[in-house]
């Protein structure tokens, strides 16, 4: 195995497995369709760093999190739907990106090039990954019951404003990770395909979180060996080999 295809291994598998355990909350609040307009977000980001030659992720995170700040702030200020914010908000996006991404260099930033990730950008993955499954596990039974009923979580003495931060913080992250696995267009099937599947075989949340990781591991690892393999584009491949698990998944969802 070469050093390249390792490293594009375990970032792969960072992105993937940690977007996957985010997503059975996003999917619990139907929100991991939000994921898409957020990689849209990104892809201002992503057009500098190719224009300057610097990391897509890296790129692409600053956008993303002011998105996020815009989009909480917002939610407060209007009571809007979180929905309805970040079209706003990822419409702008799309059109301040398309001022200056150059055409002939877009496929890295809309659909992803693991291939050429580099050490820093593995390192960085591995841990703010780590970062995301972490906080995410811990502050996840207040996120399910804010998702379920926020009159009752604030009855129950949880800081809605305050976990809804933390929540949009830990989707900006999977999504400014996720440009680089498979680029800005397909962020949303990398957070909602997994947790679909594993909404389908868990029958408890605790397995609900385990089983959408373990997908999201073995769709990444398949796609991007399947890759280099064939030198078809991995983020395709990845989110081709989700959809095929979620499909064997179908007949094993209760009724």
Sequence with gaps: ???QLLLSLISGISIAGSAAYLGTLMLSRKMAVIAGPLGHLALPG???AIVYGFSISLGAFPFVVLGIIVIWLLEIRTKLAMEALTAIVFATGVATAF???PIDKAEAALVGDISRVGVHETVASLILGS???ATTRRSYSR???INIHEDVARSEGVNVKLYNLVYLSAIAIVVALGVDLVGGLMTAALVAIPA???RNVSRTLSQFGTAAGLFGVISSTLGIIVSAMTQLPAGPLVILT???IFLVTVPLAKA
Excluded: D, N, P, T
């Design 196 to 198: 679909a599947a594993a």
């Design 99 to 101: 001022l200056f991404l």
């Design 242 to 244: 989700s959809a095929v």
């Design 143 to 145: 996120i399910m019951l």
């Design 131 to 133: 970062i995301v499954v």
């Design 46 to 48: 992503a057009a500098l």
């Design 1 to 3: 195995m070469s050093e």
